[in-house]
Each structure stands twice: as C-alpha cells, then as structure tokens.
C-alpha cells in the first residue's frame, strides 16, 4: 500500500490535487482583493475552478516526474538516453517509464479503465430509457446539483467524451506498443515526449470526471455554444479535460510520425512497410493537425464564458456555426483517426489467420492514406440543418460519398484475402472477421446520412446513433479485442484463456447487432436521440427494453474479457514463442520481449505478407556478434 | 553540403534577405493605405513567409542526410529536426483556426486600431528574426561572443514586441472602445494578439534557457541543436505575424 502511494500516479494526484486548490485559492484571493463574489454555487467560482483545472494538470505534469529531464536539459544538464529502469512488477506500470512496451500497456491499461467507466454510464442511462416515463432519473432527485433529466444529459455527453477519449488511449497503446516493434526500433523515436503524452492523459480523465460532480453539462460531446456558453461550470472541466487530452494526441502522433520516418531498420521501404504501421501514419496525421481544432473551437468557447467574448454570441456580432465548422473540422476527422489503425489491424491480421498474402497490400496502404486526406474536407456534412450556407451541401455530399472509395478498396481486399484461405478461428480471427462484418454495416449506413436529401429527416435520431456506434464497434473495439488477444502473448508470454474468449465474442455480437438494428429500427420510425424520455404513445417501449437488455449483455461480455485480461496475466497458459505462427518481426524472437527490444538488428529481405509463399522470408535478423557491447548512447 | 556558407557570406544573405523583408513590408502598407488590393497583400505576405521559412528557418535541411548511426548526435539532431518541424505544422493550425474566425466574423472589415504601433511592432519583430538569424550563423561558426551578442538583441527587441502589443496597443485599443466583450471584432482581435503574443513570451523564455546553456558551455559550432531549434520557433512567430499583422491592420475597410 505505501509502495502504491508514492507511485508517480498518485503522486501526480496528490499534486493535481494541490495544483487545483492553488489556482483556485488564488483567483478567489484577486477576486476578493477586488472586492468580486468569492463563492458560487460550487464553492469556488467559475474563473477559479478553470485556473484550478489547469493549474492542477500542471502540477500533475510536474509532480509525478514526467519532465523532469526536460527540466534538466533546459538548465544545461545532459541526461541517459534511456534511464535504468527503476521499477519491476507492476510498479513499473504506475510510475514513469521511458520504455515504448510499458507506456503502450500503460494506455491499454487506463483505456480500458475509461471504457469501464464511459460503459457504465452508458448502462445508467440506457436503464433509465428502458421505459417511456421517467423512473429513477426523475425530476424531483438530486445529485451533484442536477435532476435527473440533467443528470441524464450529463452521463450522455459524458459517455461520449469519455468513450472518445478511451479510443483514444487505446489506439495510442497499440501503436505505442507494436509499432516500434515492427520497425525494429529500440524505442520511439522521443521516449520523454511519449511517456508525457501518456502522462498528461491521466489528468485530462481526472477533469473529465471533475465535470460530472461540478453541475454537469447538458451540451452532449460536442458542447455547442450557445448551449455550451450556458451550461453549469462543469462545461469548464469537460473542456479544459478535452484541451489536455488533445495534447497526449496530438505529441503522440508527432511521436509515432517522427518514428516510422526515421526508425526503419534496414531495407525497410515504405511498400515494405507492415500494413498496421501505414495505418498508423494516416491516423497520426490527422491527429498531429486537426485536433488543435477542437482544442480552439473549446478554447473560444471558454474564453467567451469566461472574459465576454463574442465569438459565438449573435447579440455581438458572433457566430454559432462558426463553431460547429471549427468543431468538426477535427471532430468528423476524429473517427478516422479511431478507425483507420482498427482496419489496419484487420488488414494486418487477417493474412495471418487466412495464411494467405493480403490482397492488394500497395492498394490498402494507400486507402489508409485516402480515407485520412478525404477526411479534411467532409467536415460540414454534420451541418446540412444548421443553418449554413446552403451552396456548401452539395461539395460536402459528395466528398463524403468519396470517401465509401477508399473504404471499399480495403473491403475488397479482405475479402480476396479471405478467398480460398485455409482459414483458422482462434479468438483473435473471430473479433477480425466481426470487425468487418460490423464494420460494413457502419459503411452501409453512413451513405444514407451523407446524402443531404435523406439526411434532413435522420439527422438527429437513433438511426445516426445506430450508425455510429456500427462504425466504431467496427472500426475500433472489435479490432482493439482482437489486437489485444494478439499481442498479449507478446506482452507477457501467456496467452488469454481461449474459452472466455470465445464466449466474449459469441455474447458481445449477437447482442450488439441487435442493439444496434434496434437503434436503427426506433431512429427511422422518428426516435430522437439525446433525450431523456419519449411519449409511450410512440410505441418504443418493447424496442427500449430488448435495447437496455442487449447493452447489459455487452456490458457483460467486457467484464468477462477484463476478468480474462487481468487473469491471464498470471495464470494464462504459457505461450513464449510465435504463437500465432505469423511473419511479422516481433513474433521471431522469445516473448516477453527484453527492454530494447531486438537483441540483435534485422534486415527485411523480401514482402511483408506472402503467407502461404514456400521459402520466402518477411525479415532476416543478423548473426548474434559475440561480445559485442551495445553502446549506450 | 551545398548550403553551408562561409561566415561573411551567411551574414551577408541574412542583411539581402532582411532588406527584402523590409521592401516588401513597406510595400504591403502602401498597397494597404492606398489601392486595398487583398489579393496583393495576400501575395506579398505569402513571398514574405518564403523568404523566412528558407533563409531563416532552412526548411530544407529537413532533407539534409543525417549520419545513419542511430546513437550519434547528427542523426538524433535530424530527428529532433523532423519533430520540432512537426510540431510547428501542428501548432500552425491553430493560427489557421484563428485566421478563419476572424474571416468568418469580420469578413473585409477590420477592427480601428493604431497605424503607426502596428507598423512599429511588426517592424521590430521583423529585425528581431534578422538578429536571431545572425546569432544563430555566429553559433554555428562557433562565435559565442557574436551569438550572445545578437541574442541579447533579438531578446529585447521579442520583449519590446511582446510589451508593445500586451501594454501598449491593448490598452490603447481598449480606450477606443475596443475591448474584448465589445463585440466580435474586440473577440478577434484579443484572441488573434493573445494566442501569438502567449507564443512570443514561449520563444523569449526559449532564447533565455538557450542563452544561459551557452553561459555553461554546452554548445559548440558542430552540436548546438538547442540553438536552431529556438532560432527556427523564433522565426516561426515572425512567420505567424507576417500573416495576422495584415488580417488585423491591413486587409478590409474600417469598422
């Protein structure tokens, strides 16, 4: 228990802790110096609490020792390229670490967390929608000081976000983890900047939540203005934590940018490149730019509550759709940044099961890069009832029709890929081969919305609920399952129980589909979405209850995965060599893998994929040099 | 290797491109005051950013080949290149974010503001670059004298830029009734100043670590990463108001 409190992650608790309380204290001190309110409803008021927040992440950032080196370098002093590591066990995963493998399980770990947690507001307020009428949530409770219906609003933007920011993490800890891996690199390419990125997450998460307990918002993910101008404080937290989130993507795609061009080993080519790892350009790309913009457009907003400032207020001459279009510039952009790494994971595994080379392998690395450009400029089919322009709907129509393109050259491939395969089905496979039946639902409903006409009745009704979370399930958490079942041998030398695994993906999907077609079903009869209640007369209410019955299923099966993760850690059967007899370069050497990595270099010597191929070869590692000191940088 | 000069020689193409700088500065106020001809100012601001992102930032060392051995300080000093350089396209889109509010919401109108103190910062600014840039060939020659010299300079002149526009223009702006709840060209114009002027303070505390390694000798004409790296972002600021001096002074009729 001690060991556990002086870990940096409850040192930079204690610290954000304190952090807040300075910036808070010492606003609250100018204000009653000037003689201004030094209370509000939340005990502080709202100028304290957004200095506290941010104060808070600095003091995290500062405290727990995640820049301590920089600190050093700006001051003259040089440091070790890579420090010992200080930690074993599980310590390890709660203090810094500079190594890719610990930060990468250190993202999975918290993503997981935060899907536990976004989950179970999901399952809040999917109970409460079991039942026309207000049940539990109810207008006369109070929590947190909000009603039910407030608080309903506030678990359902909160769900979002939360989600969002999970996806994030985890997309992050499976680059982080296997991209090096596949480049034969001993790190990324800045291991300081990457254990921050991770780092400056962890309170971003801790704002997050901040926000339920400060009056909520009731704005959903997206905090239009001029709702957003108006909700509780809480609006403050949500976002100051969505800024400091944006900040771990934003350095962690730099990161893995800066990693894949500079850290190949040798022959590696791009055309050479393993599928996952263009993947993983195309998603960094859009995460390094386009996420600043949904760091501005929050930042405005805050900066409108906070000094009067007119960007979105029509009464001065502001705008409100002007913040939807710099929303969206990131936020539509966004889910290719969850889905393109989830679809190269599918491309990336599929050979191996199938044991046969992926069809198309240029065609698909280039469609990762397609999807990634196409998706800058399709942001305003959010819009098409804003209000906007109308002259921008038809450009925005149809470059979000061109995007159904790229998509399809990767769905061809996988099915030419799975043609004539000697097919296997460990779990992994069946979470792939889900993903993409799931994924073409998400895609075969996304053109509906796309196209204007068809758009302004749906807009706004569980059928873009549905759709969505076809896509994402799709595109990120299937993949996600089906990655982690992958490389967890490699992680830790054991592989996760086969038959919870099975009954993991046998529960989810079956339940998932019928959530989903069930959103769909009440979305085009007219159900809207972001609402706490709907008129019994609607007839909804059967639909409701097999939707709330279905999402407690899923909720289920995540809990027998996250008992099998944690499990199989210990008690897992014993799987140290190439388990799933794949080519990939991590999967010749002995798992777990050493600190840095390959103890020899590799050389690729022919295609990455030619499964199947007699006597070809994907990479060659070099003759062991005996006594040959690595040289420490 | 074609681009390494010999010391005079640098020198001598920072005064040719500091004078273009200039010309063209001037000639972007005198188009602005006499014909309002958008798309020349546009132009003009787009040539000016060349000149900067070539000769002072040297964009195209990012395609210098680097020493292939992983651990040695030239390969990690590309790397480090390709990262800073990263970093700055990622911050430049939330100057374009910035730039697209302020053309959503005041359109060809710009806020009244004073002439002479915009000219006079954007001038400062300007000479601040053409000091850093000496400074960094100094460096570079391994002329540490000559470097702190030309730093100390771009500092007080960042420091003037940065008090000018936080002390001087705000106040003088908020006199005339523009103020930052005024309205949305009050909005913009705090914003757009707020956010560049916050990147000025980031690059002075930037040169001051970078002055006070060069004190402990840590730098040396062949290994002096820290310095081009505060001398690109130094640039890339002057960069960030060569297109928000015209957004804000120049371009539309007055409010």
């Known amino acids: 228990m001690k060991k556990f409190l002086s870990t940096a992650l409850m040192r930079g608790l204690f610290w954000q802790f304190v952090g807040t309380l300075l910036g808070a204290g010492l606003i609250t001190g100018i204000r009653a110096a000037l003689g201004l309110s030094v209370t509000d409803k939340f005990f502080f008021t709202e100028p304290a609490w957004v200095l506290g927040g941010f104060m808070g992440v600095l003091f995290f950032l500062g405290g727990n020792g995640s820049v301590s080196d920089w600190f050093k370098w700006a001051r003259g002093i040089d440091t070790p390229e890579h420090h010992e590591e200080r930690y074993s066990g599980w310590e390890k995963y709660f203090n810094v670490s500079l190594d890719h493998k610990v930060i990468g399980i ?507 191929l007699p006597g070809s070869k994907y990479v060659e590692f070099a003759a062991p040099a005996k006594s040959k000191h690595i040289t420490k940088g | 290797m074609s681009h390494i000069l010999d010391k005079s020689s640098a020198f001598r193409q920072g005064v040719v491109i500091f004078v273009y700088l200039a010309v063209l500065t001037a000639l972007e106020y005198f188009v602005a005051v006499t014909f309002q001809a958008v798309s020349i100012l546009v132009m003009v601001a787009v040539i000016k950013a060349a000149l900067i992102l070539y000769y002072y930032m040297h964009i195209y060392k990012l395609n210098e080949e680097s020493d292939a051995e992983a651990h040695s300080y030239s390969f990690k000093t590309g790397t480090n290149r390709l990262g800073l350089w990263l970093f700055l396209l990622s911050d430049s889109f939330v100057f374009a974010g910035l730039m697209a509010t302020r053309v959503n919401l005041l359109g060809l109108t710009r806020p009244h503001l004073n002439q002479i103190l915009g000219l006079a910062v954007t001038t400062v600014l300007l000479v601040s670059s053409f000091f850093m840039n000496r400074g960094e060939t100094a460096m570079a020659h391994g002329d540490k004298k000559g470097f702190v010299t030309n730093v100390l300079i771009t500092f007080v002149l960042g420091l003037g830029f940065l008090l000018g526009v936080v002390a001087v223009e705000w106040p003088l702006a908020a006199e005339e009734g523009l103020t930052a709840s005024s309205g949305a060209a009050g909005a913009v114009f705090y914003m757009m100043t707020g956010m560049h002027a916050f990147h000025v303070l980031t690059g002075l505390i930037f040169l001051l670590v970078v002055l006070n390694n060069v004190r402990k000798d840590v730098y040396s004409a062949e290994q002096h990463w820290g310095v081009e790296a505060a001398a690109v972002y130094w640039h890339f600021v002057d960069l960030v108001w060569i297109f928000f001096y015209p957004a804000l002074y120049l371009i539309g009729r007055l409010l």
Not at chain 1, 173 to 186: F, K, S
Not at chain 1, 230 to 253: D, E, H, K
Not at chain 1, 492 to 510: A, D, Q, S, V
């Open chain 1, 106 to 612: 250190q993202y999975i770990v918290t993503a997981l967390l935060l899907i536990s947690i976004g989950g179970l507001f999901a399952l809040i307020f999917r109970t409460e929608l079991a039942q026309s009428q207000l049940q539990f949530l109810t207008v006369d409770m109070k929590l947190f000081g909000q009603n039910g219906p407030q608080l309903y609003n506030t678990l359902m933007s909160l769900h979002g976000m939360i989600m969002i920011v999970s996806i994030l993490l985890g997309i992050a800890g499976i680059i982080n983890y296997v991209v090096p891996l596949m480049l034969g690199a001993q790190d990324m390419a800045f291991p300081r900047l990457n254990a921050f990125s991770y780092w400056v997450a962890v309170p971003a998460a801790v704002l997050l939540l901040m926000s339920l307990v400060l009056g909520g918002f009731g704005t959903g993910w997206t905090g239009y203005p001029p709702l957003s101008a108006r909700a509780p404080v809480g609006v403050q937290m949500f976002f100051l934590g969505v800024f400091t989130a944006g900040w771990s993507s934003i350095l962690g795609a730099l990161n893995v940018l800066a990693t894949v061009i500079r850290m190949r080993s040798k022959g590696m080519v791009a055309m050479r490149m393993p599928i996952f790892v263009w993947a993983a350009v195309a998603t960094s790309i859009i995460a390094l730019t386009a996420t600043q913009l949904i760091g501005l457009s929050f930042q405005l907003v805050m900066f409108q509550r906070l000094f009067g400032m007119g960007f979105f207020d029509p009464a001065k001459g502001g705008n409100p759709v002007l913040f939807q279009h710099l929303f969206w510039f990131y936020s539509h952009p966004a889910v290719y940044v969850f889905v393109l790494p989830g679809l190269g994971v599918i491309s990336e595994l599929l050979p191996v099961f199938a044991r046969k080379p992926l069809f198309g392998y240029r065609w698909v690395a280039m469609s990762s890069l397609g999807i990634a450009l196409v998706g800058f400029v399709v942001w305003a089919h959010h819009m098409f009832t804003s209000g906007m322009n109308e002259y921008l709907r038809l450009p925005f129509m149809y470059s979000t029709l061109l995007v159904a393109i790229p998509t399809g050259v990767k769905f061809f491939s996988w099915v030419a890929t799975l043609w004539k395969g000697k097919i296997v089905f460990p779990t992994p496979m069946l979470f792939v081969l889900g993903g993409i039946v799931v994924f073409l639902l998400g895609g075969l409903t996304g053109p509906p919305n796309a196209t204007v006409s068809v758009d302004l009745h749906l807009h706004d009704t569980y059928f873009i609920v549905g759709h969505f979370h076809d896509t994402i399930f799709g595109g990120f958490v299937f993949p996600f399952f089906a990655a982690l079942y992958y490389w967890f041998p490699k992680a830790t030398g054991r592989r996760m129980n086969e038959t919870l695994g099975k009954i993991h993906f046998w529960l989810m999907t079956p339940s998932f589909f019928v959530l989903t077609f069930g959103m769909m079903r009440i979305g085009l009869l007219g159900m809207r979405r972001r609402i706490v209640d709907y008129d019994p007369a609607l007839g909804f209410d059967t639909t409701h209850l097999i939707l709330t019955i279905a999402g407690y299923l899923i909720g289920l099966s995540v809990l027998i995965f996250i008992y099998n993760f944690f499990n199989s850690i210990k008690n897992g059967e014993i799987a140290d060599g190439n388990v799933w007899n794949s080519r990939s370069p991590e999967w010749q050497v002995p798992s777990p893998m050493p600190t840095h990595n390959y103890d020899q270099p590799f050389e690729v010597v022919g295609e990455p994929y030619d499964y199947g």
